[in-house]
Nanobody, 119 residues
Framework: QVQLVESGGGLVQPGGSLRLSCAAS????????MSWYRQAPGKQRGLVAI???????NYANSVKGRFTISRDNAKNTVYLQMNSLKPEDTAVYYC?????????????WGKGTLVTVSS
């Protein structure tokens, strides 16, 4: 079993910055892709950024140049640095991890952390 704990959400003014963290723990043998999704009120959950084992990140067009995803493999942690935040970035942000345990390989979701961009 793998547990994900997210942190770093909150209220920020437009143009501000936040850094989200997601730490994975449990019976982890290896981790492949780590990613962040978000879901705004009334909208479907969508991919924000993903970083695979090779370290090459990909971003949604709406956040390119503003958000940076990174990972610390020693800590099984993924980060999302969010700069130049806009009101339309307001959403619940979820991390997702493709992890292999000794018995299975699955995608795991965090419970989400709320980011509110408002003046």
């Amino acid at each position: 079993q793998v547990q994900l704990v997210e942190s770093g959400g909150g209220l920020v003014q437009p143009g501000g910055s936040l850094r989200l963290s997601c730490a994975a723990s449990g019976n982890i043998f290896s981790i492949n892709a780590m990613s962040w999704y978000r879901q705004a009120p009334g909208k479907q959950r969508g991919l924000v950024a993903i970083i695979r084992g090779g370290g090459t990140p990909n971003y949604a067009n709406s956040v390119k140049g503003r958000f940076t995803i990174s990972r610390d493999n020693a800590k099984n942690t993924v980060y999302l640095q969010m700069n130049s935040l806009k009101p339309e970035d307001t959403a619940v942000y979820y991390c997702n991890v493709e992890a292999r345990t000794t018995t299975s390989a699955m995608n795991y979701w965090g419970k989400g952390t709320l980011v509110t961009v408002s003046s």
